[in-house]
Nanobody, 133 residues
């Protein structure tokens, strides 16, 4: 089983930047999708972006061009660089991993996978990001 721990959240002014990290430990050898989600108060959890099983990255339209996801393969840390932050980016941010897959199916964005919270079976506790103008 994999354990995920997020860090790097905090408060920032609109237009500022933050970098979140997600450290993975435990059974990290089988990871098929990795992603960041966020959830604002009273809202549903939404996918922010991620990396699929063939290494492709994709982002939600609301963050495209502002957020960048990278993976440090050496220590399995998933990073989320957030620039040009807006008030509406305020949320609890969660990292997630998909560690179980259907035999003979490699989850890929092109196949419609890895964007739904239902695709993920491992979650971190979350880190709060607050953006104020």
């Amino acid at each position: 089983q994999v354990q995920l721990v997020e860090s790097g959240g905090g408060s920032v002014q609109s237009g500022g930047s933050l970098r979140l990290s997600c450290a993975a430990s435990g059974s990290t050898s089988r990871t098929y999708c990795m992603a960041w989600f966020r959830q604002a108060p009273g809202a549903e959890r939404e996918w922010v972006g991620g990396i699929d099983s063939v290494g492709s990255t994709d982002y939600a339209d609301s963050v495209k061009g502002r957020f960048t996801i990278t993976l440090d393969s050496a220590d399995k840390t998933l990073n989320l660089q957030m620039n040009s932050l807006k008030d509406e980016d305020t949320a609890m941010y969660y990292c997630a991993q998909k560690t179980v897959r259907t035999p003979d199916v490699w989850p890929q964005f092109s196949g419609g996978h890895c964007r739904s919270s239902n695709d993920y079976d491992a979650w971190g506790q979350g880190t709060q990001v607050t953006v104020s103008s």
